[in-house]
Nanobody, 124 residues
């Protein structure tokens, strides 16, 4: 059974940092693209970042470029999203998702498996 477990959210002041983790089980990690998405209240879900496990190529939304970094630990089957210089507009529920693919995929509707979400709140 494929399972994704997102964690690491919390309350942080603007300018602070958080590291989200997405622990995966039930599938061969290297065959999947892992994505991070977020949804703020009253807004649509948006793609934040994703990583192709084949070659570790990455994607970042323009709104997070230079502030967020995605990485993966093959041994732990875990993908991380390091978030620095957080802004109030980064406040959202963050979800990790997995798609069997060897390429970068930004379209959330293509992802097969989703974690439960972790809340990030950035205070001003």
């Amino acid at each position: 059974e494929v399972q994704l477990q997102a964690s690491g959210g919390g309350l942080v002041q603007a300018g602070g940092s958080l590291r989200l983790s997405c622990s995966a089980s039930g599938f061969t990690f290297d065959d999947y693209t892992i994505g991070w998405f977020r949804q703020a209240p009253g807004k649509e879900r948006e793609g934040v970042s994703c990583i192709s496990r084949l070659d570790d190529s990455t994607y970042y939304a323009d709104s997070v470029k230079g502030r967020f970094t995605i990485s993966s630990d093959n041994v732990k089957n875990t993908t991380y999203l390091q978030m620095n210089s957080l802004k109030p507009e980064d406040t959202a529920v963050y979800y990790c998702a997995a798609l069997r693919s060897y390429t970068i995929v930004v379209d959330s509707t293509r992802y097969h498996y989703w974690g439960q979400g972790t809340l990030v709140t950035v205070s001003s």
